[in-house]
Nanobody, 120 residues
Framework: QVQLVESGGGLVQPGGSLRLSCAPSGTISSPDAMGWYRQAPGKQRELVAAITKRGTTNYADSVKGRFTITRDNAKNTVYLQMNSLKPEDTAVYYC??????????????WGQGTQVTVSS
């Protein structure tokens, strides 16, 4: 079973930056979309940013202008550059990769999550 492996989380001061990375543990066919979600304590998991195979992006209003999602299609890897971080960005960040199609070709993979803490 393929898993997504995230890295780059940690503790950062308000106004600081972090870069998250996510790559599959094995070989997968190119995802239709890859994205980052986050879940803060006591809250539901929410979409942070997503990117299609063609590079179309979508961001949560709360991160527009501060976060940038990019993707390396050759490696099926996705990145999230987070700038001007705020305490309310504190959460566990999860990577996701989706592919639609037949029963045998479709998938919906998730990472194990990486903690991002924004605090002084």
């Amino acid at each position: 079973q393929v898993q997504l492996v995230e890295s780059g989380g940690g503790l950062v001061q308000p106004g600081g930056s972090l870069r998250l990375s996510c790559a599959p543990s094995g070989t997968i066919s190119s995802p239709d979309a890859m994205g980052w979600y986050r879940q803060a304590p006591g809250k539901q998991r929410e979409l942070v940013a997503a990117i299609t195979k063609r590079g179309t992006t979508n961001y949560a209003d709360s991160v527009k202008g501060r976060f940038t999602i990019t993707r390396d299609n050759a490696k099926n890897t996705v990145y999230l550059q987070m700038n001007s971080l705020k305490p309310e960005d504190t959460a566990v960040y999860y990577c996701n990769a989706k592919k639609s199609g037949s029963y045998f070709s479709s998938y919906d993979y998730w990472g194990q999550g990486t903690q991002v803490t924004v605090s002084s």
